[in-house]
């Protein structure tokens, strides 16, 4: 189980001079929570993320009692790419919660090993439902029965984790596999020389015509 300790934080306190104390700001809520802001170390809250991501239960240890809850959502610093506050998405206890799960690609296609396809992940994550305690860290896809060119892997070929139901339509295509692309090669289009020849030919023929002397003008006097 994943916990961190939770303080109310005074929302007075400037966020700045929270984490320089080495603290993030952040806020839980939920349907039947109010939505009140805490602190939780930035130390703890990093290894947290790390592990749980956005879709593992994470125990806030607070004093009105431990909330099970969810990451919800990180802001990140643009520049630093430190996370500088988070949201906790508290849900009631007994009660089942629906939640996108990442997708872990596993395994080798051997349409790609043997034959030069292509792999296309259609998906990248899935939505479930489950209890709390049943919600795995991800949804694993193998990928290892892909043998031919055209060959798909849908929603319907998974097997959910005990407890876990997949909020997705049976024929959704999670990944497939394509042929690879033909480079065409492009075409050489052969110069035609002669023509160039006679090109020059015909412009040196202008310029010495255009350079001859007049002959038939009138000759100028000779002296007497």
């Known amino acids: 189980m994943l916990t961190l300790k939770a303080e109310i934080r005074d929302t007075k306190t400037k966020p700045a001079q929270i984490r320089k104390a080495g603290k993030i700001p952040a806020v839980f809520y939920g349907k039947k929570e109010a939505s009140t802001s805490i602190t939780v170390p930035k130390i703890d809250f990093l290894k947290v993320w790390k592990e749980a991501g956005e879709s593992t239960v994470v125990t806030l240890e607070t004093t009105d009692g431990d909330k099970e809850s969810l990451i919800q959502d990180v802001d990140i610093d643009p520049v630093s790419g430190a996370p500088r506050h988070a949201d906790f998405y508290v849900f009631e206890k007994g009660h089942k919660v629906k939640v996108a799960l990442p997708i872990e ?34 949804i694993s896809v193998d990928v290892g029965i892909l043998a031919n060119f055209g060959d798909q892997i849908l929603a319907k070929d998974l097997v959910a984790p005990a407890g876990v139901t997949l909020l997705v339509n049976p024929e959704e295509v999670i990944a497939l596999v394509s042929a690879p692309r033909e480079e065409k090669e492009e075409e050489v289009v052969p110069i035609d020389l002669s023509s160039i020849e006679v090109e020059k030919k015909g412009k040196e023929e202008v310029e010495g015509e255009e350079g001859e002397t007049p002959t038939n003008l009138p000759k100028p006097p000779s002296n007497p």
Do not use: Q, R, S, Y
Request: zero cysteines; aromatic letters at 2%.
């Open 105 to 138: 690609f596993t395994g080798t296609a051997p349409a790609v090993k043997d034959l030069g396809g292509i792999l296309v992940k259609v998906l990248h994550e899935l939505k479930v439902e489950a209890m709390p305690k049943d919600l795995p860290h991800d």
